[in-house]
């Protein structure tokens, strides 16, 4: 089992859905949870960060961690053509390198107007 | 905009050449890191370095060498790359290394291609 699970799409949703997007993981030493979006051929970008469980909101975006079940999701409401990317989820342990972030496979999002 | 800026965008190389990817942060962070990304893939780590000294070397291979000259900059030199190096090589830094919080932030990457 891979440690970290994440379901590589496409997934293609009409302009204004919610979107919700999801990651498993294995390993109850992870403390800190990231999503990263990705354009084509451009480097990951922050999104959103959260340590240990619940739920964070910034704008259109919903970060929820649910470390009970092993289960990372990430909610974008009004969706934009502008949110077509592929979205990776990564989390690390406390105490390890914060560069050492195990990351999904990343799903790729396409919004379509 | 990215803090973290990378130079070249695209380089292409044959494998006898010796190029260098150029990476720099003014943000005061005091980690520097290299990723590699294949397409469609996940970045992978390959080096750490830590308050300009290298702290994780994730078995890389001796074609590609790290440098830190300080803390702002972070080098990597290629040098007899194979075709199978050709990726995205992705900088990133963050405030530290290790402990609690500390985001990681990416620059757009260096678009490698080895003939």
């Known amino acids: 089992q891979k440690e970290v699970e994440q379901d590589p799409g496409p997934l293609s949703v009409p302009e204004g859905a919610i979107v919700s997007l999801n990651c498993t993981y294995s390993?109850?030493?992870?403390?800190?949870f990231m999503w990263y979006r990705q354009y084509s051929r451009k480097g990951p970008e922050l999104l959103m960060y959260t340590y240990s469980s619940g739920n964070k909101e910034d704008g259109r975006f919903t970060a929820q961690v649910d470390k009970s079940s092993k289960y990372i999701s990430l909610f974008i409401r009004d969706s934009q053509p502008s949110d077509s990317a592929t979205y990776l989820c990564?989390?690390?342990?406390?105490?390890?390198?914060?560069?050492?972030?195990?990351f999904g496979k990343g799903t790729k999002l396409s919004v379509k107007p | 905009d990215t803090e973290v800026t990378q130079t070249p965008k695209h380089l292409v190389m044959g494998m006898t050449n010796k190029k260098s990817l150029k990476c720099e942060q003014h943000?005061?962070?005091?980690?520097m890191y290299w990723y590699k990304q294949k397409a469609k893939k996940p970045p992978e780590l390959m080096f750490v370095y830590s308050y300009e000294k290298l702290s994780i070397n994730e078995s890389v291979p001796s074609r590609f060498s790290p440098e830190c000259p300080n803390s702002s900059l972070l080098n990597l030199h290629l040098h007899a790359l194979q075709p199978e190096d050709s990726a995205l090589y992705l900088c990133a830094s963050s405030i530290g290394t290790s402990g609690g919080a500390g985001e990681l932030f990416f620059g757009e990457g260096s678009r490698l291609t080895v003939l």
């Open positions: 390993n109850s030493a992870f403390q800190y």
């Open positions: 943000m005061g962070h005091r980690a």
């Open positions: 990564a989390m690390r342990k406390y105490g390890g390198s914060q560069g050492n972030l195990i």
